[in-house]
Every structure is written in C-alpha cells, then in structure tokens.
C-alpha cells in the first residue's frame, strides 16, 4: 500500500474581521479553501465559506420519531396482548398513561441518535490521530488551509500572493503523510 501525501498552503491571520474578508476574498479568486481554524467562534464564518445549512435537525426528527413509534408499540403490545390488565377501570390502551414513557423514550433516542449521528459525520474515532495544522490556532491565530490538490489550476506561488493581498500575516506550507 503505498503512501499519499496531502500538501496545503496555510495563511494565518491575526484578526477575525480581517479573516472574514480574507475568506470572502479568497473564494472570490476561484480558490476551494479546505477549512478554517479558529481559537474562539467567529460569527459569520460558516456563511463566508459557503457551508449548507446542517440537517442534524432531520436526523433528530428521525431518531426523534423512532423513539414515539418504539414506546407507543412497545406499551400497546405489553398492555394489550403480552398481559392485559384493568387498571382502575381503565382500558388495555390508555394513552394518556403512555405519555411520560413515550416522552422519555422520545428524547432518549433523538440524544443518543444525534450524538452518534454527529461523531459518524464528523469522523471522529476514538483511535484517530488529530490532524493539526498549526499549534497557534488554539491560542492566538486563525489559519486558513487551502488543499494544493483541489486547486490544481493555482501554482503555490499564487496561491501565497492571493493569501498575503487577503490580509495574512504569514504564509507556509504543510504536509501530511497517510
């Protein structure tokens, strides 16, 4: 098996109004940036990068729904077929006594449905060794890393000229071996 290497230009930013601009700039040349790290959240940088809306929503509506589906069947089958029992002079279905399990089990699998959902998408394992660009985006600086692959019609050298007249403080580049 042999190794790749992914190589990336990385221009690092020193303030997040001037990365904003930067983002909006660097995609405005043509170039597919890889993603953006920063030490704090900025406001308005998902949009600048043209991220979709995330449908994590959907996936809780699912899990969310399987769980009232769950707990109704489960509590109509134990409560009418499995062992039918009058309680007070109820019926075998009362359904406003399956309200609480049903809640519960509602919000049980939507949580557990959305942390598994959100660890799968995002690819992060246990065993996985972090990848990190540069230290300094966990204290001081945000870095912009930009794939040379994917933006194969750029030489480095432009690429470094788009980043610096964007407003990056320092340019380098970075390898990663598989």
């Given at each position: 098996m042999s190794k790749t290497s992914n190589k990336f230009i990385l221009g690092l930013f020193d303030d997040e109004d001037v990365?904003?601009?930067?983002?909006?700039?660097?995609r405005g040349a043509g170039v597919n940036i890889h993603e953006v790290f920063t030490p704090f959240p900025v406001h308005g940088l998902e949009h600048a990068l043209g991220y979709?809306?995330?449908?994590?929503?959907?996936?809780?509506?699912?899990?969310?729904?399987?769980g009232t589906t769950l707990a109704l069947t489960m509590m109509y089958y134990m409560m009418y077929f499995d062992w039918p029992m009058i309680i007070g002079g109820?019926?075998?279905?009362?359904?406003?006594?399956?309200?609480?399990?049903?809640?519960?089990?509602?919000?049980?699998?939507?949580?557990?449905?959305?942390?598994?959902?959100?660890?799968?998408?995002?690819?992060?394992?246990?065993?996985?060794?972090?990848?990190?660009?540069?230290?300094?985006?966990?204290?001081?600086?945000?870095?912009?890393?930009?794939e040379l692959d994917k933006n194969s019609g750029k030489s480095y050298d432009e690429l470094a000229e788009i980043l610096s007249g964007s407003g990056a403080v320092e340019v380098k580049d970075k390898t990663f071996e598989d």
């Open positions: 990365l904003l601009d930067g983002v909006k700039r660097v979709k809306r995330s449908r994590m929503p959907v996936a809780a509506f699912i899990f969310g729904a399987t109820k019926d075998f279905a009362a359904f406003p006594d399956f309200i609480p399990v049903t809640f519960e089990l509602t919000v049980l699998l939507a949580s557990f449905g959305m942390v598994g959902t959100f660890f799968i998408t995002n690819d992060l394992k246990p065993y996985k060794k972090p990848v990190i660009f540069d230290i300094r985006a966990t204290d001081d600086r945000h870095v912009m890393a930009i």
